[in-house]
């Protein structure tokens, strides 16, 4: 029996990605809008030697892993990979087709879209049903617009999703895993070496609070302000794009249309005027504390308590309170 809509679940030493919860979790909400239930969403897990993996994914948003093992897929190569999940594909049907905007992700869908001469949609951020057609947002132009594309009546509807574009999927299934043996034939692309950035990096799309500073930070010295406040509330500190572009802080704690889009429960943004590019990566938090000296920055657009002020006033005594209340 084949699915509505068809995960691709991704994995690394022996554990599930948490890009593959997130697009659970977005399967599970967009499913509905098709009429769909919790049976008609599906996972393909490529690998060898990954039973636990399936088993998990299973029992935490699949009704069922469809689990490609061989020699060839032990580690990810997109010849490989493309040709398990694209015969995977043609068993199944689904309606929609989803996968990370990662390495992995970029990577191999576009390949699996040409090998099933389909259009593909890029980093989308949204999924939404109207009027009978099934629509993808995705930012365009460094952020400034939300282009929403209509990929027409050729299925399945394909898309790599944005991380953090959605929140994991955090109940319980009753899945099942089944084996499926494709045939791969001759791969003319395979895996060498993985190398590994330094450790302790920094992944802004899991962080429940974020501590973010713009230009009016000042200085990348003036910046432990920022780090004592993130580290007082268990937070990461994140930045906008002109913060990064100055070397005050490296690319991976930008958030925006050229860094990442975040969803924590609470975002404090300092010193930071509120560009649109920044806008659209951080507008789905929780709860928006802003803090700047120009009452008409556009931030305070989207702040849930605005705060009109020295930030080097603010944030200190903001930190001194989260301590004493936590008995630091």
């Known amino acids: 029996m084949g699915c509505k809509i068809l995960v691709v679940a991704e994995h690394e030493g022996g554990a599930v990605r948490d890009i593959t919860w997130e697009l659970l979790g977005l399967a599970h909400a967009v499913a509905p809008q098709g009429g769909w239930g919790a049976a008609d969403i ?18 935490r948003g699949a009704a069922e892993v469809l689990l490609v093992e061989a020699p060839e897929l032990q580690d990810y ?24 905007h990662t390495p992995n992700g970029w990577d191999v869908a576009p390949l699996v879209a040409a090998g099933l001469g389909v259009p593909l949609a890029t980093e989308c951020s949204q999924i939404a049903r109207e009027d009978g057609r099934w629509l993808f947002s995705r930012k365009a132009f460094n952020g400034k617009f939300i282009q929403v594309l209509d990929l027409g009546k050729a299925r399945p509807l394909v898309a790599t999703v944005q991380k953090g574009a959605a929140g994991p999927f955090a109940g319980t299934t009753a899945g099942q895993v089944r084996a499926v043996t494709p045939a791969l034939g001759v791969l003319k692309a395979r895996f060498v070496e993985t190398k590994k950035g330094e450790a302790g990096g920094v992944d802004l799309t899991q962080a429940p609070v974020i501590v973010a500073g713009g230009r009016g930070v000042g200085a990348a010295d003036k910046f432990e302000i920022i780090k004592s406040l993130a580290a007082a509330l268990g937070g990461q500190v994140g930045a906008s794009r002109p913060v990064t572009d100055m070397g005050w802080l490296p690319h991976q704690h930008q958030v925006g249309s050229s860094g990442v889009t975040v969803n924590p429960k609470l975002y404090i943004a300092c010193g930071i005027s509120g560009a649109i590019q920044h806008i659209v990566g951080m507008k789905g938090s929780g709860y928006i504390v802003a803090i700047n000296k120009d009452a008409e920055a556009p931030i305070f657009g989207v702040a849930d308590v605005g705060v009109v002020g020295d930030l080097f006033e603010i944030v200190p005594a903001l930190t001194k309170a989260v301590k004493e209340a936590r008995g630091q």
Not at 42 to 59: C, E, N, S, T
Not at 77 to 95: F, H, N, T
Request: hydrophobic share 50%; charged share 20%; proline share 5%.
């Open 42 to 59: 599906k996972a393909v897990l490529p690998g060898q030697g990954i039973g636990a993996v399936a088993a998990a994914i299973a029992g």
């Open 77 to 100: 190569a997109c010849d490989g990979y493309d040709r398990a999940i694209e015969a995977v594909v043609k068993a199944e049907q689904p309606e929609i087709l989803l996968f990370g």
